[in-house]
Each structure stands twice: as structure tokens, then as C-alpha cells.
């Protein structure tokens, strides 16, 4: 019996990817399909599959051309499957004519011509999302840049002034808004209640009963209002949370994260300061992630240590928050004016885990047991900071009403709270003098 084998990912399944599979399916006489994981599909740069692994499975299936179906994980297991399955032909599309000759040492080879005028980046890009930017800054760029990474999502407008607002949002389906913090309350308002989906910086909002309010407002509109928060969506960040979340290091008992950046702040006077984002609302978010996802917002009590600059008695150079859970404890340090190592430990009963500076954009973490024999690394692709994913999951979720929420509504709140505590003095001790 001649046994083929092809791989592809098979997303909206088209003519083209059928033709492929009928000609593969003449070439012997059983034909194993391998479809890949969606895993393998981010870390060889696919971040735009709209189908799961399972739907796309069972579109191959139903074509009743595939005698076997079976998932393909990793770089490389192409040349195992053909050993494993005693593969006589492997199959592909044209367009990756040439790169898989070095199966030719294991099995035939055969290229196989790519129908042309159809594709699945085409039929993904029939689905389409208007994303206007407000503000101007470093981020603001790069959202543009990631965003000629997403099928269908398409810059529509720019504006860094409250004047042009409203212009912009009447030529858009989705707004991206980078603020001073304590503008994106009004401008998140203004654009739900237009009719526009919201990615917004964090914090969302400088009060938790604002940012409550926020959220309900989009649930009411049946729009998507999404926190720009990018570590959330890398791979290896999301990839930590699960394990940790599955017992590997056991009961978590410590996260301490620590995020900062040093900016030229100590001249500066009043005037200057006010466009400049303190260590609280550019750091908090981020270092406040882990902690709540990992602890959950339940937490007892918490104290927050602040340095001040001398010009502004709300602009802290440096911070502390010290959260007590019923079982655990967490420390966040943030500073635009203090420099530390930015690591991120998760501590366990178990062994813990290392995430090494800039941890808010890893690729690379490793777990570590009393016994270093048992340490395990792992290491991911980062692609775009996170952004990149960010914004397919904004234009999933926009576009396909998909309501999974990467970071829980609680956790936006919660981190809104501890911000809007920061600037009521609420639970926050001043120490001594301005730096
Ligand atoms: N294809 C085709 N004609 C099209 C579109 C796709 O013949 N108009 C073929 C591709 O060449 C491929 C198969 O259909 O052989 C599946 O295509 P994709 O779903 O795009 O998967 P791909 O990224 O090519 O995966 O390990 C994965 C494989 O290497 C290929």
C-alpha cells in the first residue's frame, strides 16, 4: 500500500485547499493529513487562524478525502511522522516549492501545483476592522506597525487631538487610545457610546467604580472594550500563567514582579511633568498583571510606599505595593526615577518560577526545584512584544463577537482600583523627603 502524507493549517477551508488534498489522495493509495496545532501555527508566525484545531480537523474529515488525520506540533515532525507512518509520498503546494527537499532522504517528494485566486488570508481579509489611533507617543507607532500583521485590520485614521476626536471616530469600527491616564475615561465614553469597539492603555480608568461603569457600558452596546496591557498576550507570559495555574511549582505563596525605566525627571518643573506618566500608571498595570491573575483581586489588605518628585506631590518616582492575600503575599515595585533588576519570581511550596528582566516581554522563563537537575527552561517566540497578538485577539473578538477575555474584566478593575487608591492617598504612605 502507498502511503501520502501533506500538512497544512486547512483554515476556512476553500477549493484550493480541497484540489490539493484530491490530487495528494490520487498519488497512493492512503492519505494522512496533518493538520497543524495552533501552537505550531503562532511559532511559525500564523497568528491570523480564525478556526481551532478542532474545527479545522473536522472540515478536513468531512471532506472524506483523509484516511487519517492527525495534529502536527513541532518543527521537524515531518520527518518523524514519515519514519513512524512508513510514508511513501509527501505532498505540498507549490508555494513552498523547493524548502522541503530535505524529506527527499526519507520519502518521494512531490510539489504539487497551488490553485491560484484563492487563499485563506484572502477569505480572512473579506472580514475587516477600521482601527483610528489616538495620541501620539512610541506606542502609538508601533500599534501601526504590528497592525499590518492582522488580516483585515486596517489603520483608518490617526488624530492626537481631543478636536479631532470625534471626526476620526465617525470613520472607524474600532478606536486604539493612548492618553494622559486620567483622559481615557471620557474618550473610552465617547467612542462606546458611538457605537465603536475600545483598545485602550491602562489604566482604563483612575477609579474602579468608573472602570465598573466602563465595562458595563460596553456589555450594554455589545462592543468589545480591551485593555492594551501587551505582556498579557505573549506567548510566554500566557504559557507561565498555565503552568504555574496547574500545580508545577504548588501552592503559589510569593509573586514579586518588579518593572522600571529610567527617564530624565528630577529637573523637570510642574508644566513638564504634566505630560509625563508617573511610575504608577505607566509600571502599575503591568507589574499588577501576574499578581492578580495569579493570586486573584481578593487580596486582604494592601500598602502602597511612594517616593515623590519634588514638583509635583503626585508624581512618584518610585513605588511599592505590598498585597496580603488570607494565604500569600505580593510585592510590585515601579519606578521611573529608581532603577532595579526587572525580574518577575513566583515562589511556590513546590519550587518557583524565574522570569528574567524585561520579564513584561520574555521569550524565555525557567522553572527551578531545590533540585537543579530538575529545572526546566522554556522558550518561546515573541513576536511583536505581544502587540501582535493583542491585536488579533482585539479584531477576533470585535469581529467574531468572540467574549473570551485574555485579562478577566476583575483584573481590569482591580487594577484601576489600586490607581485611583494611589492618587486618594488611600492606603499609601509617603516616605520622607522628594527625590
Ligand atoms: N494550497 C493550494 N492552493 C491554495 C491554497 C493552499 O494548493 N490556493 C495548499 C498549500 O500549498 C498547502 C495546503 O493547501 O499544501 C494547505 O495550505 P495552508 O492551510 O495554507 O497550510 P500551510 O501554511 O501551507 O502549511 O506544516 C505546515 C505545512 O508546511 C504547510
New binding site residues.
Partial sequence: MKKVI??????LLHY??I??LERARALGDWLIVGV?SEDYDKARG?INVTQTLSERMEAVKSLGLADEIIV?EYEGQKIDDIKRYHVDVFA??S??KGKFDYLKDYCEVVY?E??EG???SELRSRDRLTLGLFGSSANVDKIEREAGFVNGLLVGGKCTDEADYDEMLSRVDAVYLYARPERHCALIEKALLAGKHVLCETPLAMKKADCARLQALAEEQELVLMEALKTAFSTAYGRLLLLLKSGKIGEIVSVDAACTSMEALSGLGREELRDKWNSISDWGPTGMLPVFQLLGTGYREKRIYSRMHPEDPSFDLFSRVDFIYDNAVASVRVGKGVKSEGELIVSGTKGYAYVPAPWWKTDFFEIRFENPNENQRYFYQLEGEGIRNMLAAFFQAAVHGIRYQTIDGAVTEAISGVIGDFYEGKDLKVLGRPM
Fill in positions: 501533506t500538512y497544512g493549517t486547512f483554515d484550493g485547499h484540489r490539493l497543524t500564523k502536527e505540498i503546494g508555494d513552498w504539487l497551488r490553485t484563492i487563499s485563506s
